[in-house]
Structures are given as C-alpha cells and as structure tokens.
C-alpha cells in the first residue's frame, strides 16, 4: 500500500488499519477457515472485515475452494438476456474476488427480502443501498474506506491523481467483463454528455472544471483532477452514484461508439440512441429510475435486455407501479469465508407504499424485514410496543442529518421574495421556533436543539457559537424583528402582512419521508404564534420534490447535514441552490444564475456567491491546514450567520428488522449521507426461519 493512499486516509479522518500478521511460504493446501467478525480466528486483514483473496489464503494457509446458490440457475433464468447455460461459479466470479467475513456466521441461501418503498423514485434509497457498489466503501467504523468493486487505489502527492485498480475477470451480471473502459465509459461518454445528463453533477468536477479518465489497462484506470480534491475518494465511498455503466451494453445505443446507434435503437422502437440510453440509465445518475419493465412496457419484448446489466448484489426482473421484484446476480464479485458466492437472500420484493399509517402497520405486522427510511422517531413507540410479539428490533440511532427548514429566497412571489430575503425575518422566524417543545413532543425529550451549521458532526474549525445561532425561544424577540422587517399588522386582525400590505401567509408542504409531521405542525403554530399566518399540508415525496424544482415552494422542509469526509466531495450544500432534486433547496434562481454564468436566473448576494468560491477551494485545502480550517470557518459564517437553513432539533430515527433476519449488525447511525446499509454488507444477511 503506498503512503499517499495512508495519506488521503488520514487527511479526511479515516482510521488506521491493520495488515495482515500472519505469514506463511508452505503451499496452500488446507480448506480455509470460516471465520466471522465474531471469531476471527486469530486472523487479520489490510481492511476491516474483509479479505483480498491471496491474502486470505496466504493468511490461513489455505486454499479457497468456490460455492455456489443452489438456486442460482433458476434465479439466472429469470434475468431475459442472460446466456441460459452457466459457467461453473469460478468462472463468473472474478480471478480476484473480494473475500467477505460474515458478522456472525455463513449464512443460509434462499428466501425473499421483502422491504418497502414510497413510490418509484421515492423512499428507495434504503432498499436500493442493499445491492448497491461502487469502487469503494465506508466500513461499519464510518472512518475507514476500503475497497470494493476496485481492489486498490493510489493517490500522488498532492491529490491531482487517483488511480483504481480493478479485479481481474470482474464481470457484468451478464457475464460480460467489466474494466476500466466501463469507468471511462461512465464518465466521458454519460456524466459528461448533455444529451444525457444537462449538467454536469458537482461531484464529476473540481472547481467547475472536468477531470480527465485515462484507461492503463483493463484494470487500470486513472483520474486526473485539474486540482486536488482528497475528498473524491469519500464520495465513491459514500454516493448512490455509481463510478462506471456498462459501455458493452449502453455503448451500443451511443453515436460515439456506434455508427449505427440510432438505427439499432429504432430497431427496437425508440427514436433514437439517446432515447435508448434514457430507457435503460434513465438520463440521471439516480440508479433507481423506471426500468424500460414499467416506462416502456409496449417495448419490453423487442428490447435486447429489461434491464442493463449491473454489478450490484441484485437485478431488477419485474417493475409496475406497485413495485419491483429483484434475483441475485450470477456473477456478484464477493464471496464468504467458507467460499461461498454471495448474496445469500435470492430475491428482494419491493413494495410501494406512500402512507405512512400503512407502512408502520405493515411493520408492526412483521410483513417487513427491514426498514429504515422514512421511518421517523414519532414512530418509534409504536414500534416498540409491537416488537416482542412482532419477533423484530428496533434500535435508534443517532442522525447524521437534522430536520431544517428554508424560505424560498427566490420566491416567484416577489413581495414574498422581499420579505423572505430580509435576515432581520429569518432570525424572526428562527427565535420564534420553541425547539425545547419541539424536542418534548416529536423527539420525546431525547434530542438537542440545534442550528444548522451545514457540516454534521461539527468540525474542530466551527465556532460553538454557531450550534445556537438565534436558537433561543425568544418570541418578544421575534415580534420585534417583524416589526424592523415591515411585517406587520396593517389591518388589525392579528396577523401579519407584507410590507406592500398584502396578508402573509405561508404554506409547509411537506413530505414524512424528508420530516417528521409532528415537526412541522409545532413550527406552523410556533410561526402563527407571532403572527404569522402558516398552513401545513402533507404531499408525496415526488410532489413536494416537484414544486421545489419548478420554485413553488414557500418554505423547504427536509433533512440536511453532511460530514465531513463527504463535504469534502461534495460542494452543494454550500452552493446555490444549496442541494439537490432528492433533498432540500432553497434559492433556486441564485442557482440558475450560477449555472449559466449570469445569462437567466437572479443573481445571488455577496456572501451566497463567497461560499460558491470558498467550497471549491475549501475542497482542494490540504484538511486539517490554518488555510483549510479557515476556508470552513468561513463556509459555516456565511450560510449560518444568514440562516439560509433553519436547523430545529437533531437527534435519533428507528431502524427495524426482523429477528428472521441474520448477521444484521447494529448500525452506528441512521442516515442516507453513508448510503444506509451499504457499510454494513448487506450482501451476507441471510434467514433463519
């Protein structure tokens, strides 16, 4: 290993690791020893809780001997596109596969997941976080990064360069290979396609500018940043979005790579290549987009594949508009220590479900085996009453994220525009909000009132002062504001309206999936407590992420915070509009002037438009550095001093599984920012029932 990947680890504060101790020349002979996190057998590893495989059997002097799902055959015929005869499992699995250790014993195949989601793009993140890979991955420490679909990477000296090596004979989930071209594939030819995503995502560039994808090899592959940004490592660690697509498959459809590409795609119905490539990558980075199964049914018996190929732990196999069904990949790159290829579970059944009172029921009837998203602490006493004769555990944990809320201060109402962007109004608001009530009532005495600082947990860089920045319950404090900001009584009924004379009145819409209900209700009384006129109303996720796109919103509710690591790779959370489609935003046309360089949108105030420069170089400081701290002091100053999100309380969310279901280990936290189950390899849970 070399000293700069140490290096990275250290600079983002990734713990140290352990190499492997034991030590051996005699000829691997012996079968290996099934060890589990639980008894390890006196062996250890470069990473926790897993193993390369040349290193697992120099460690226990051993020699793997390969097994496969008994019911992988028939799983395999369910997948229309695959070969449907296939190769013996030490074929498809790579030369290299990453050797899994199980918590707390090898597992059992067979059986069906069944989870639940809120609809087709909504609520999915929990279920889609259980077959999901990329090149890395945080471990269960949440400090350490190891690899995954890579084998190794390397960074240079001052993090302009990162280079993956990947697993020899690494395979699609329809036997193809996977190599580095599939990485330049993704990058080149998808991420930086306007014909295929408008925009480039923040997380594909370093300081607005693109990086560079070079392939070495078929295992090699090289990025070439055009400036440091250590923190690219932590977002293959951590994001949904994939480092890789299959250029085998997706490639085809593309004019770059095939003359024929729009001929071939209208073969098969559509209007052209890009139309293809929409079907099957659905033109997002969002991995759980409607499969040409469910958007282009009328389609799907003269398509070559339902779906393209993957290299997560599942496929998808059926999509309607009451869920989706999934069959474990054939060729999935993980084993056990036993040699077993992995996932254990065959199939995952994913229900949709967008009331809440029918989610918990459905929990609480034991119809579910694992839930986490969406499931909010006002939830956990019923939860808990119903565990024992349920047969599951419900452990809460600490959030990463915090329930905040935003007023929209490029409000298509421009008087709404004027008042929403009056500081003196937004400190109003924010003092008049009772957060000790709030933490009694919707987080039952167990949380901590809190600012939102845009980092998660805060940083050594960030002032205590601003956890409470204008956090006090302070009502003659808030009506005071008001009155400085114009927003008065003008007619005598009691509530406030606009400066021009119009009634103020604000509407929360908002989604349980992003906020607690309980929340919101507490913060409109709070808000019409001084006056302020203040409607609540529940809408579906893709409803309320709708009316933020089009900038309909008066006030944006939703979870945020980030760490560290991930700011580091990440710069929207300080950059107009302050987020993205599945979370929270506010500012939507300061955004829109940014993107296009002033030619459409509003342009944003001084202070928004400092932290757009500060987070790119803040992303490419050396962390832990006089510079580096002072650039995130300064980041936390702008958007907290101007409470661009109002922080509320931050503590714990439910996490649910039945007891059927093994080697579930105890999460650290409940969060999307560490993509949910995906430190906790959920690839080696398995029933026992």
Same mark, same amino acid.
């Given at each position: 290993?070399?000293?700069?990947?140490?290096?990275?680890?250290?600079?983002?504060?990734?713990?140290?690791?352990?190499?492997?101790?034991?030590?051996?020349?005699?000829?691997?002979?012996?079968?290996?020893?099934?060890?589990?996190?639980?008894?390890?057998?006196?062996?250890?590893?470069?990473?926790?809780?897993?193993?390369?495989?040349?290193?697992?059997?120099?460690?226990?002097?051993?020699?793997?001997?390969?097994?496969?799902?008994?019911?992988?055959?028939?799983?395999?015929?369910?997948?229309?596109?695959?070969?449907?005869?296939?190769?013996?499992?030490?074929?498809?699995?790579?030369?290299?596969?990453?050797?899994?250790?199980?918590?707390?014993?090898?597992?059992?195949?067979?059986?069906?997941?069944?989870?639940?989601?809120?609809?087709?793009?909504?609520?999915?993140?929990?279920?889609?976080?259980?077959?999901?890979?990329?090149?890395?991955?945080?471990?269960?420490?949440?400090?350490?990064?190891?690899?995954?679909?890579?084998?190794?990477?390397?960074?240079?000296?001052?993090?302009?360069?990162?280079?993956?090596?990947?697993?020899?004979?690494?395979?699609?989930?329809?036997?193809?290979?996977?190599?580095?071209?599939?990485?330049?594939?993704?990058?080149?030819?998808?991420?930086?396609?306007?014909?295929?995503?408008?925009?480039?995502?923040?997380?594909?560039?370093?300081?607005?500018?693109?990086?560079?994808?070079? $392939?070495?090899?078929?295992?090699?592959?090289?990025?070439?940043?055009?400036?440091?940004?250590?923190?690219?490592?932590?977002?293959?660690?951590?994001?949904?979005?994939?480092?890789?697509?299959?250029?085998?498959?997706?490639?085809?459809?593309?004019?770059?790579?095939?003359?024929?590409?729009?001929?071939?795609?209208?073969?098969?119905?559509?209007?052209?290549?890009?139309?293809?490539?929409?079907?099957?990558?659905?033109?997002?980075?969002?991995?759980?987009?409607?499969?040409?199964?469910?958007?282009?049914?009328?389609?799907?018996?003269?398509?070559?594949?339902?779906?393209?190929?993957?290299?997560?732990?599942?496929?998808?196999?059926?999509?309607?508009?009451?869920?989706?069904?999934?069959?474990?990949?054939?060729?999935?790159?993980?084993?056990?220590?036993?040699?077993?290829?992995?996932?254990?579970?065959?199939?995952?059944?994913?229900?949709?479900?967008?009331?809440?009172?029918?989610?918990?029921?459905?929990?609480?009837?034991?119809?579910?085996?694992?839930?986490?998203?969406?499931?909010?602490?006002?939830?956990?006493?019923?939860?808990?009453?119903?565990?024992?004769?349920?047969?599951?555990?419900?452990?809460?944990?600490?959030?990463?994220?915090?329930?905040?809320?935003?007023?929209?201060?490029?409000?298509?109402?421009?008087?709404?525009?004027?008042?929403?962007?009056?500081?003196?109004?937004?400190?109003?608001?924010?003092?008049?909000?009772?957060?000790?009530?709030?933490?009694?009532?919707?987080?039952?005495?167990?949380?901590?009132?809190?600012?939102?600082?845009?980092?998660?947990?805060?940083?050594?860089?960030?002032?205590?002062?601003?956890?409470?920045?204008?956090?006090?319950?302070?009502?003659?404090?808030?009506?005071?504001?008001?009155?400085?900001?114009?927003?008065?009584?003008?007619?005598?009924?009691?509530?406030?309206?606009?400066?021009?004379?119009?009634?103020? $009145?604000?509407?929360?819409?908002?989604?349980?999936?992003?906020?607690?209900?309980?929340?919101?209700?507490?913060?409109?009384?709070?808000?019409?407590?001084?006056?302020?006129?203040?409607?609540?109303?529940?809408?579906?996720?893709?409803?309320?992420?709708?009316?933020?796109?089009?900038?309909?919103?008066?006030?944006?509710?939703?979870?945020?915070?980030?760490?560290?690591?991930? $700011?580091?790779?990440?710069?929207?959370?300080?950059?107009?509009?302050?987020?993205?489609?599945?979370?929270?935003?506010?500012?939507?046309?300061?955004?829109?002037?940014?993107?296009?360089?002033?030619?459409?949108?509003?342009?944003?105030?001084?202070?928004?438009?400092?932290?757009?420069?500060?987070?790119?170089?803040?992303?490419?400081?050396?962390?832990?550095?006089?510079?580096?701290?002072?650039?995130?002091?300064?980041? $936390?100053?702008?958007?907290?001093?101007?409470?661009?999100?109002?922080?509320?309380?931050?503590?714990?969310?439910?996490?649910?599984?039945?007891?059927?279901?093994?080697?579930?280990?105890?999460?650290?936290?409940?969060?999307?920012?560490?993509?949910?189950?995906?430190?906790?390899?959920?690839?080696?849970?398995?029933?026992?029932?």
């Amino acid at each position: 290993m070399s000293i700069r990947k140490l290096s990275l680890l250290a600079c983002v504060g990734l713990g140290a690791m352990t190499f492997a101790a034991v030590q051996s020349d005699e000829a691997h002979a012996a079968a290996c020893p099934a060890v589990t996190v639980e008894d390890m057998k006196g062996m250890t590893s470069a990473y926790p809780q897993q193993f390369e495989l040349a290193e697992f059997q120099q460690a226990g002097n051993c020699t793997v001997s390969f097994a496969e799902n008994p019911s992988i055959a028939e799983l395999n015929g369910k997948i229309r596109g695959n070969p449907a005869s296939l190769a013996p499992v030490a074929d498809r699995l790579p030369e290299e596969p990453l050797v899994v250790v199980p918590y707390n014993s090898i597992g059992k195949y067979g059986g069906t997941l069944d989870a639940l989601s809120n609809a087709t793009e909504a609520g999915t993140s929990d279920l889609l976080s259980t077959r999901h890979v990329n090149l890395v991955r945080y471990s269960d420490d949440l400090q350490t990064i190891v690899p995954n679909v890579a084998k190794s990477w390397e960074w240079n000296d001052d993090f302009t360069q990162l280079t993956f090596t990947l697993r020899k004979g690494h395979k699609w989930s329809d036997g193809a290979p996977f190599t580095a071209e599939d990485v330049k594939f993704w990058y080149d030819d998808l991420a930086l396609d306007s014909n295929v995503i408008e925009k480039p995502k923040d997380y594909v560039l370093v300081a607005g500018e693109r990086m560079t994808v070079e $392939v070495v090899d078929p295992q090699t592959v090289v990025f070439k940043l055009p400036a440091p940004k250590p923190g690219l490592l932590a977002h293959f660690a951590s994001s949904y979005a994939q480092g890789f697509q299959p250029k085998h498959f997706l490639g085809q459809f593309h004019p770059k790579h095939n003359a024929d590409a729009d001929k071939l795609a209208q073969s098969f119905g559509f209007d052209n290549g890009y139309a293809a490539i929409a079907a099957y990558y659905g033109n997002s980075d969002w991995t759980d987009t409607p499969s040409p199964l469910l958007a282009h049914a009328d389609k799907v018996a003269s398509l070559p594949k339902d779906v393209m190929p993957t290299l997560e732990s599942y496929i998808t196999v059926k999509d309607t508009t009451e869920g989706r069904h999934y069959v474990a990949n054939p060729y999935f790159h993980m084993v056990d220590t036993a040699g077993n290829q992995l996932p254990y579970i065959n199939e995952q059944d994913e229900l949709y479900i967008n009331e809440n009172e029918v989610r918990l029921l459905k929990l609480v009837n034991s119809e579910v085996d694992y839930k986490s998203q969406s499931v909010q602490l006002p939830a956990a006493p019923m939860l808990l009453d119903g565990a024992e004769k349920g047969d599951y555990t419900v452990h809460l944990k600490p959030t990463i994220s915090m329930p905040v809320l935003s007023f929209n201060l490029t409000s298509e109402d421009l008087e709404k525009r004027k008042v929403f962007g009056n500081l003196k109004f937004r400190q109003a608001m924010s003092v008049a909000m009772n957060r000790d009530e709030i933490n009694e009532v919707a987080f039952f005495g167990l949380g901590e009132p809190k600012q939102y600082i845009g980092f998660s947990p805060a940083p050594d860089f960030v002032d205590p002062k601003w956890n409470t920045h204008f956090t006090q319950f302070d009502p003659d404090l808030a009506n005071k504001l008001l009155d400085e900001a114009g927003v008065v009584d003008k007619d005598g009924d009691g509530k406030r309206d606009m400066p021009n004379g119009d009634r103020l $009145v604000l509407n929360i819409q908002f989604a349980t999936q992003g906020i607690a209900g309980q929340v919101v209700e507490l913060v409109a009384q709070h808000w019409t407590n001084v006056g302020v006129e203040t409607t609540v109303k529940e809408v579906t996720p893709d409803e309320y992420r709708s009316a933020q796109s089009s900038n309909q919103l008066d006030i944006g509710a939703w979870q945020m915070g980030l760490p560290l690591p991930i $700011v580091l790779g990440l710069n929207e959370n300080f950059l107009p509009p302050f987020g993205n489609y599945f979370t929270h935003r506010t500012g939507m046309l300061w955004g829109e002037w940014l993107e296009t360089n002033g030619a459409s949108g509003v342009e944003p105030p001084a202070w928004a438009k400092q932290m757009a420069s500060d987070i790119d170089a803040f992303q490419s400081a050396s962390v832990g550095t006089d510079a580096s701290n002072k650039l995130g002091a300064a980041l $936390v100053e702008n958007l907290t001093g101007n409470l661009v999100m109002i922080g509320t309380v931050h503590g714990s969310n439910p996490i649910y599984h039945r007891n059927a279901l093994k080697n579930f280990t105890e999460f650290k936290t409940w969060s999307y920012e560490y993509y949910r189950t995906y430190p906790y390899r959920p690839q080696q849970w398995f029933f026992d029932e």
